[in-house]
């Protein structure tokens, strides 16, 4: 009897070390580079070189934009605020490409948003003759 608990008690010691070695965090890898990076580096909560505190004021004023976009594609609204637009611009160009993805628009319906607010933040004036 003692030996059979002296053999379950290294059995169970075995299988407690095998399940920290494979549960033991590991650096996540990015494919194309080979470098390591952190889940702080990739919400932009670390890296100074931009500045993540647009990214996530952004971040939130597309949530607070929601109703406008949602009357955008809904009702065929034709205007989005030039603050959701902005916030539109620089997720998706400065901070998370993928984000519009994320919170369930199809890429049609990022691409039909980038276009508004491209075409709203370089609006075209007409040629007056003199």
Partial sequence: MNST???FKIVLLLTLVSWINILQARPLT???TGHTTTLMTRLKLQDQEEDSSE???SLFELQACTGEIVLFFVNGETYLGQDCCSAIRIIERQCWPSMLGSLGFTSEEGDILHGYCDASEFPSTPNLAP
């Fill in 5 to 7: 608990l002296m053999i």
């Fill in 30 to 32: 990015t494919s194309s």
């Fill in 55 to 57: 990214c996530w004021d």
